[in-house]
């Protein structure tokens, strides 16, 4: 008898530094049905995230380049794509599409294109966004199925162009990483933060997209009983170092760079901000809302699908200094409240959200790709 062929999918991703798409692809290799499906990564950058994969036994490929559609690289990458026998082609994101659809399409590999957020975003200029959609709507049409991670980005393609082979299929997360209810160690020990002091947290990579300025504006807004820890590199960090110091915040707020016991600094903290200035379904909220935290966020596509305003958290309008200080300091100033929204949080995560469903809804556009349903 011979064993029934894996299906072979190379799973794209455009670097591997660890952030919200970085941790779906993590995630999802990880839950994948072994048995029926082999993962092989392809990232375009180095970092943390290709070395997990490589210590535990995954065969990762990095085709150096942070350009999108670089023809340069297309050569490596169809020969990954001939060397490892792969049968499907999971872009993660608009960068690992650009740089992979061509090579798919030349060997007749289906591909699967999952939208993190699409590349056309409200603050960009409009020749900018308009080149930005023309280069969705080509990738789109090059994809035998485009998978969203939430209605309002779905909503948000279509206004721009067709999209007759798509579905919403919102991310998941482990929720035995993220459990409340498990003993962690003590981080506030460890950035010498007193339990009696309320702190916020901020974990997420240092760029535009995240608003780190109009958080330390906020910061500053907010009474100065309460603390903040920021995590994550990028290429603002430097930037926001400097006005963290202008600002007088220095003695308020814990500067760390990208960590991997995320679960324990949660924990640890009190109210989570993420002030995005856009989204897809962030990862770093289902993370924070799981762990029981009070969330305060910026009122754009992707998260409102997620937090109802004194619901299960806070939206606060995007780039608005003074709104945010308000929310945090409300927040800040009321224990029940806190406990309320992180407990409703909590259970939108743990009724919904979970990564064996999403798993299994990506197993099922796999086989239908592969005309196996």
């Known amino acids: 008898m011979t064993a029934t062929k894996k299906t072979r999918i190379l799973h794209a991703i455009r670097q591997g530094k660890i952030g919200g798409g970085e941790t779906h692809v993590l995630d999802l290799v990880h839950q994948l049905n072994r048995d029926k499906f082999e993962s092989v990564i392809l990232a375009f950058t180095p970092g943390p995230m290709v070395d997990q994969l490589k210590s535990e036994g995954f065969t990762v490929y990095v085709v150096p380049t942070e350009r999108p559609f670089n023809w340069k690289a297309w050569p490596a990458v169809t020969q990954i794509l001939t060397d490892e026998n792969i049968d499907l082609v999971h872009a993660h994101g608009t960068r690992a599409n650009s740089n992979t659809f061509y090579s798919a399409k030349k060997l007749n590999i289906p591909l699967v294109y999952t939208v993190h957020g699409w590349s056309f975003h409200p603050d960009q200029s409009m020749p900018v966004k308009f080149i930005r959609a023309q280069s969705e709507r080509l990738l789109v049409s090059k994809a035998d199925h485009t998978i969203c991670v939430s209605q309002s980005n779905l909503a948000d393609g279509k206004k721009k162009f067709p999209i007759s082979r798509g579905s919403v299929i919102v991310n998941g997360i482990n929720q035995n990483k993220f459990n409340p209810d498990q003993t962690f160690p003590d981080f506030r020990k460890e950035i010498n933060i007193d339990n009696s002091v309320v702190l916020v947290g901020y974990i997420a990579r240092i760029t535009v997209q995240k608003d780190p300025f109009t958080f330390l504006r906020a910061i500053a807004?907010?009474?100065?009983?309460?603390?903040?820890?920021?995590?994550?590199?990028?290429?603002?960090?430097?930037?926001?170092?400097?006005?963290?110091?202008?600002?007088?915040?220095?003695?308020?707020?814990?500067?760390?760079?990208?960590?991997?016991?995320?679960?324990?600094?949660?924990?640890?903290?009190?109210?989570?901000?993420?002030?995005?200035?856009?989204?897809?379904?962030?990862?770093?909220?289902?993370?924070?809302?799981?762990?029981?935290?009070?969330?305060?966020?910026?009122?754009?596509?992707g998260t409102r699908d997620l937090v109802r305003q004194m619901e299960n958290g806070v939206l606060v309008p995007v780039s608005e200094s003074s709104k945010l200080a308000d929310a945090i300091t409300t927040l800040a100033s009321d224990r029940n409240l806190r406990e309320r929204l992180g407990e409703q949080a909590y259970r939108t995560i743990k009724d919904n959200f979970g990564v064996e469903e999403m798993a299994l809804k990506i197993e099922n556009v796999y086989d239908k790709v592969l005309g196996l349903k």
């Open 221 to 301: 807004l907010t009474p100065e009983v309460i603390k903040f820890v920021i995590i994550g590199d990028g290429e603002l960090k430097p930037e926001m170092l400097r006005l963290a110091g202008e600002l007088g915040l220095t003695d308020r707020i814990v500067f760390l760079d990208f960590r991997s016991d995320i679960p324990s600094i949660l924990n640890a903290i009190d109210i989570f901000c993420l002030p995005s200035l856009w989204e897809g379904l962030p990862i770093a909220l289902l993370e924070a809302m799981a762990m029981r935290k009070a969330i305060v966020a910026t009122a754009i596509d």
